[in-house]
């Protein structure tokens, strides 16, 4: 699943494109202004942020400018009514990846997402770990690493879910026998071994960071 930002003043756009991208296993939060983006992007980790122009507070020209030289390089694509040349321009000068002029088809989004995006879900990069996302294997400092089915299992879980908590009912699933303890065991010997900070989320689970 990838995550996306939605930089896009237009409710009733919004909402159809938050329906249709969550509907093909793409994840949304939604900026309704460029202040708002801007916060949302240091708070979180995306896959594609999908940008208007024309928004409150701070254009999406600017806002892609900002997160360009706060060496943010997530792919974007520009979603704009603007359709003279010097807007085009400037959205690729200032770092955009694509420019889709409105009106749009959502099935060329779509595509145009799964473009960018598809590189991305072959590999994830935490700290010292690399994961074949095809193949889920993992490798730490360079190095093929064997962990066991359910270890293997848990970890991948809480990066691929980084920053955010992975719920404990999901984490426990993994295990072949779900209990409190045994779970408390991985997460510590995982911690251990890779000298992870992993947080108990009260209430909700367990967090890499």
């Not at 040349?85 to 990846?97: E, H, K, L």
């Amino acid at each position: 699943m990838s995550k996306l930002l939605l930089l896009e003043d237009d409710p009733s756009l919004s909402k159809t494109l938050i329906k249709y991208l969550s509907s093909h296993g793409h994840e949304l939060d939604w900026a309704k202004n460029g202040e708002e983006a801007i916060d949302l992007s240091y708070d979180n980790r995306y896959d594609l942020y999908l940008l208007d122009i024309n928004v409150p507070l701070l254009n999406g020209i600017d806002l892609l400018k900002a997160l360009r030289d706060a060496d943010d390089h997530t792919p974007a694509i520009i979603i704009s009514a603007l359709r003279d040349v010097t807007s085009v321009t400037q959205s690729f000068i200032a770092g955009a990846d694509d420019y889709m002029k409105k009106p749009f088809d959502p099935e060329e989004l779509l595509i145009r997402i799964r473009a960018k995006t598809s590189t991305l879900q072959k590999a994830l990069q935490f700290k010292n770990f690399e994961i074949d996302m095809t193949k889920e294997e993992i490798s730490y400092n360079g190095s093929s690493i064997s962990l066991g089915k359910v270890q293997k299992s848990i970890l991948l879980s809480l990066i691929k879910h980084y920053p955010d908590p992975v719920n404990k009912n999901d984490l426990m699933s993994l295990l072949d026998k779900p209990s409190d303890l045994t779970l408390r065991v991985h997460i510590s010997k995982l911690k251990k071994k890779f000298d992870l900070q992993i947080n108990n989320v009260r209430g909700v689970g367990y967090q890499i960071i």
